[in-house]
């Protein structure tokens, strides 16, 4: 399992709620930033191999991500739509290989008629 460090006091000084904005801010740029380096590591190397990304989760910090020139293999195989992904505990993430196999079915019914 991976973790990421949280920032805590900050030299900046400012109102509480600006110190928590900066904060989280810089918390949010070590998630895309280790994120990044991970596909990059992991994912890329088989770029190659892959018919396409199906990707989850928060889809600003998915697009932060993606907006990296190195995965811009990855990022043009990307497919919609974006898996629902609540909390990305080890359960979860081991259910979503069926959610991007699944097929959506929508039935219209026709209309009855009657004369």
């Given at each position: 399992?991976?973790?990421?460090?949280v920032?805590?006091?900050?030299?900046?000084?400012?109102?509480?709620?600006?110190?928590?904005?900066?904060?989280?801010?810089?918390?949010?740029?070590?998630?895309?930033?280790?994120?990044?380096?991970?596909?990059?590591?992991?994912?890329?190397?088989?770029?190659?191999?892959?018919?396409?990304?199906?990707?989850?989760g928060?889809k600003?910090l998915?697009d932060?991500?993606?907006?990296?020139?190195?995965?811009?293999?990855?990022?043009?195989?990307?497919?919609?739509p974006a898996?629902?992904?609540g909390?990305?505990?080890?359960?979860v993430l081991?259910?979503?290989?069926?959610?991007?196999?699944?097929?959506?079915?929508?039935?219209?019914?026709?209309?009855?008629?009657?004369?």
């Open positions: 399992m991976d973790a990421r460090q920032q805590g006091r900050t030299a900046a000084g400012g109102w509480s709620q600006q110190r928590f904005a900066r904060r989280r801010g810089h918390q949010t740029d070590a998630v895309v930033a280790h994120a990044v380096e991970t596909a990059v590591r992991v994912l890329l190397p088989h770029a190659a191999s892959v018919e396409a990304l199906f990707t989850g928060d600003g998915v932060d991500v993606l907006a990296d020139q190195r995965l811009r293999p990855l990022a043009a195989l990307r497919r919609e898996l629902d992904v909390e990305p505990t080890k359960a081991l259910e979503t290989p069926a959610q991007f196999r699944a097929v959506q079915v929508h039935i219209i019914e026709p209309d009855v008629r009657t004369t």
